[in-house]
């Protein structure tokens, strides 16, 4: 079964830093590009950054452009998300994503999701 | 960036019902859209790419159509587990860009 489990939320102050975690598992990791979306609570949802499928290429949002990395370990077929000097708005439940086609950053819809984790930012 | 207008912002409808959404870019971005359901506390889920692409498993009630600058979403006959928030999704270029979203409720 293709299948997504995201990790490593929780409670930080502002400033602070926090790295989260995704697990694939069901599909050639390596073949497909990754992205983080996330969802502020009661909000729409937001995409945040993307990888290609051997870790060269990244794209980011504006709002964590410089604060957060993206990477990702294909030897142990995981997906990251650094997150530094974090914000009150960057609380949101963070989603990882697989395109649905390939691993360039061509453009692709999100095919399979993970459940999200929760990041909460306040003092 | 490319700004993404979905309408309306919610709506009501009964079982039964034929429902239509829309989502306006703000610049062409030809056939590369997505439609996403999703439901309270869960993931959102793909139903539509490239457009009108179904996905895989998702019933034929749901379809989309456009290109260029206007794209529909429409739903047939709406069932109970439809109720739900529906999001638009442009891949064309980055930054990737989401619809505000639109929450089909109950009547």
């Known amino acids: 079964e293709v299948q997504l489990l995201e990790s490593g939320g929780g409670l930080v102050q502002p400033g602070g830093s926090l790295r989260l975690s995704c697990a694939a598992s069901g599909f050639t990791f390596s073949s497909y590009a990754m992205s983080w979306v996330r969802q502020a609570p009661g909000k729409g949802l937001e995409w945040v950054s993307a990888i290609s499928g051997s870790g060269g290429s990244t794209y980011y949002a504006d709002s964590v452009k410089g604060r957060f990395t993206i990477s990702r370990d294909n030897s142990k077929n995981t997906l990251y998300l650094q997150m530094n000097s974090l914000r009150a708005e960057d609380t949101a439940v963070y989603y990882c994503?697989?395109?649905?086609?390939?691993?360039?950053?061509?453009?692709?819809?999100?095919?399979?999701w993970g459940q999200g984790t929760m990041v909460t930012v306040s003092s | 960036a490319i700004r993404i207008t979905q309408s309306p912002s919610s709506l009501s409808a009964s079982t039964g019902d034929r429902v239509t959404i829309t989502c306006r870019a703000s610049?062409?971005?030809?056939?590369?859209l997505a439609w996403y359901q999703q439901k309270p506390g869960k993931a959102p889920k793909l139903l539509i790419y490239a457009a009108s692409t179904l996905q895989s498993g998702v019933p034929s009630r749901f379809s989309g159509s456009g290109s260029g600058t206007d794209f529909t979403l429409t739903i047939s006959c709406l069932q109970s587990e439809d109720f739900a928030t529906y999001y638009c999704q442009q891949y064309y270029s980055y930054p990737q860009t989401f619809g505000q979203g639109t929450k089909v409720e109950i009547k």
């Open positions: 994503a697989k395109a649905e086609v390939g691993a360039t950053l061509q453009g692709d819809a999100f095919d399979i």
């Open positions: 610049q062409g971005i030809s056939s590369y």
